[in-house]
């Protein structure tokens, strides 16, 4: 590092940043319900949280392209739980 300059951040750091603008302020008594919880019980509400989410895409594309095939429309949604704006081929 040479003076003046700041330090690398972390591999992730960037993405963590944005994430955490994102959600806003966090709520302490939300943060200390789930600090409460076992480890299983997060993984589980996480996974949970993660098939709503695959489910609604799924729903929103076969709505959106009905005529598309199982394999195109698998695509489209892997795409878009990756964060692709433009899922498309």
Known sequence: MTPGSTPAKP???DIIEQVLRQIGPL???QVAIWRAMS??????????AYQFAL??????????HPNLST??????????????PNPGR
């Open 11 to 13: 591999a992730g750091q």
């Open 27 to 29: 709520d302490p008594h």
């Open 39 to 48: 480890p299983a019980r997060r993984l589980e509400l996480a996974f949970q």
């Open 55 to 64: 489910d609604i895409v799924r729903l929103t594309e076969r709505r959106a």
């Open 71 to 84: 394999e195109e429309l698998s695509w489209r949604i892997t795409r878009r739980m990756q964060g692709d």
